[in-house]
């Protein structure tokens, strides 16, 4: 059974940054895409981003292109997701959660519960001044 957490989260000014770690247990997260998702107050869940098994592919949802990086450290079994210019509709509970496949390289942004195996408590971000 594999087990995320989620820690970084929390307040900052718009403009400002943070980064959010994922720690996983209990499974080797290298068999596993990992995605980062989120749901603002009021909102359904939206996708993020994701990685790919062996941290070659990312990619983003439009709404944070060229603001957010994703990553990975297999070794530590912990993935990040590295959020510079933040604004007030970044805030939100961000989740990450984990999709097995049997490709190293492929990962799709997607944010329905049902779309991945196993996910994380969520960390609160809050984007304010």
């Known amino acids: 059974q594999l087990q995320l957490v989620e820690a970084g989260g929390g307040l900052v000014q718009p403009g400002g940054s943070l980064r959010l770690s994922c720690a996983a247990s209990?499974?080797?997260?290298?068999?596993?895409?990992i995605g980062w998702v989120r749901q603002a107050p009021g909102k359904g869940r939206e996708g993020v981003s994701c990685?790919?098994?062996?941290?070659?592919?990312?990619n983003y949802a439009d709404s944070v292109k060229g603001r957010f990086t994703i990553s990975r450290d297999n070794a530590k079994n912990t993935v990040y997701l590295q959020m510079n210019s933040l604004r007030p509709e970044d805030t939100g509970v961000y989740y990450c959660?984990?999709?097995?496949?049997?490709?190293?390289?492929?990962?799709?942004?997607?944010?329905?519960?049902?779309?991945?195996?196993?996910w994380g408590q969520g960390s609160q971000v809050t984007v304010s001044s």
């Open positions: 959660a984990a999709d097995w496949g049997p490709y190293t390289a492929i990962c799709t942004v997607k944010g329905d519960k049902g779309q991945y195996d196993y």
């Open positions: 209990g499974v080797t997260l290298g068999f596993y895409a």
């Open positions: 990685i790919s098994r062996n941290g070659i592919i990312t």
